[in-house]
């Protein structure tokens, strides 16, 4: 099986090339969360709160990580791999609390997060300049849409789930990425 892959992989035995497999497909699976949560906002004209915008974030630390983890696979670095995963790991955490602070607003629809200084604060930092279409928070946290008749931030928080699950899935590879049989 090792015959057919590139030299550079085939090299290192003890790591399955899964491990790049794996982290290039959450990376895909993140790229399409974030095209849905868009094609969400834009078909059915859902402004998303700031803790919509914060689960994005998350979203996109998991995409950025799982790509150099892939990449660490690649050079043969468990340094790189080990630390993009683990750094991974913590944005899916962070999402994951984001995700169950909006499903607790969903329950409890009294409370509100509104137009607070967290979203004015998320507003006004440079990342959502650039790409303000996927990172204004504009909308309310009581205001939040479906989707196969579930909650968003509850579909959120599964994908995270699943997603944190893969990578940590990957870290005893990352650990025995440098060694040789």
């Known amino acids: 099986m090792f015959r057919t892959l590139p030299m550079s992989i085939s090299r290192n035995r003890s790591v399955s090339p899964w ?25 059915q004209g859902a402004l998303p709160c700031a803790l919509c915008v914060l689960q994005r974030m998350a979203y996109l630390g998991v995409l950025v990580l799982s790509l ?4 660490g696979f690649a050079l043969r670095s468990p340094a790189l791999a080990r630390g993009a995963l683990w750094l991974g790991l913590l944005a899916v955490l962070a999402g994951l609390v ?15 997060c509104g ?3 967290l979203a004015t604060r998320i507003n006004a930092w440079r990342v959502t300049a650039l790409a303000p ?8 946290c009581s205001d939040i849409p479906d989707l196969f008749r579930l909650p968003l931030p509850l579909l959120s928080g ?3 789930a699943v997603l944190g699950a893969l990578m940590g899935a990957c870290l005893p590879g990352a650990r025995r990425l440098g060694t040789r049989r």
């Open 19 to 43: 491990f790049l497999v794996i982290n290039l497909l959450v990376a895909l699976a993140c790229m399409a969360i974030l095209g849905g949560a868009v094609w969400v906002q834009q078909a």
């Open 98 to 112: 984001f995700a169950a602070q909006h499903m607790w607003l969903f329950f409890h629809p009294a409370q509100t």
């Open 133 to 140: 279409w996927l990172l204004r928070a504009d909308g309310l």
């Open 158 to 160: 599964i994908g995270l």
């Open 68 to 71: 150099l983890a892939a990449l």
């Open 115 to 117: 137009l607070d200084p």
